[in-house]
């Protein structure tokens, strides 16, 4: 079992509807929890961080976090085609500061 | 969010020779830098934490001696690839921490080595 798992997709979405991505992980005691944005040849981008159980909103993002059954979401709302990108969740596992990354979930919104 | 440069964006270098990369954290102080590596369609591999004013901790497979890291101050760490080879040609970026309760991490734009 991976440490993080995501699907890897594509999840392809039309324009201006939600897209929901999914994460989960195996180290019930992580602590920290990350979602980035990585466009095709560029850096990963900070989009979304949560620390705890419930959810977490930032203009079109909204990040869930379930400690309970070990797993992490993101919701796009009104997705636009510049969110077309690779989503990476990322953990912080235990008494660590280390990111442990999914595979990413790439994502595709059509106009 | 905040800004982390790298310099070069890009380098190509002969097989055999050393290229340095440098990793900037331009706004704030950062004690703990990370290394990653990463090849086409593949995630992030996280190769060694930068310590300002330590040495490196370096993840299992990664070559000490081949990936040299310095963290000489608070704001700069630089990587440095020793006798290059091809396979050594990837996308390297450098991320900060922010300090203290924060566990956020910045990424900087990457530097991408090609080795001939």
């Known amino acids: 079992q991976k440490e993080v798992e995501q699907n890897s997709g594509p999840l392809s979405v039309p324009e201006g509807a939600i897209a929901s991505l999914n994460c989960t992980y195996s180290d019930r005691g992580s602590q920290s929890f990350f979602w980035y944005r990585q466009y095709s040849g560029k850096s990963p981008e900070l989009i979304m961080f949560i620390y705890s159980n419930g959810d977490k909103e930032d203009g079109r993002f909204t990040a869930q976090l379930n400690k309970a059954s070990q797993y992490v979401s993101l919701l796009i709302r009104d997705s636009q085609p510049s969110d077309s990108a690779t989503y990476l969740c990322?953990?912080?596992?235990?008494?660590?500061?280390?990111?442990?990354f999914g595979g990413g979930t790439r994502v595709l919104v059509k106009p | 969010g905040a800004v982390v440069s790298q310099h070069p964006s890009r380098v190509i270098c002969k097989s055999g020779t050393s290229v340095k990369i440098e990793c900037r954290s331009l706004?704030?102080?950062?004690?703990?830098m990370f290394w990653y590596r990463q090849f086409p369609k593949k995630s992030l591999m996280l190769m060694a934490t930068?310590?300002?004013?330590?040495?490196?901790?370096?993840e299992q497979g990664v070559e000490k001696d081949k990936f040299l890291i310095n963290h000489a101050s608070l704001t700069l760490s630089t990587l440095t690839v020793t006798s290059a080879h091809p396979e050594d040609s990837s996308f390297y970026i450098c991320?900060?921490?922010?300090?203290?309760?924060?566990?956020?991490?910045?990424f900087g734009p990457g530097t991408r080595l090609t080795v001939t």
């Open positions: 930068s310590n300002e004013g330590s040495k490196a901790t370096y």
């Open positions: 990322a953990v912080i596992k235990a008494a660590g500061n280390k990111l442990t």
């Open positions: 991320s900060a921490r922010r300090p203290l309760t924060s566990a956020e991490q910045y």
């Open positions: 706004d704030f102080q950062a004690t703990t």
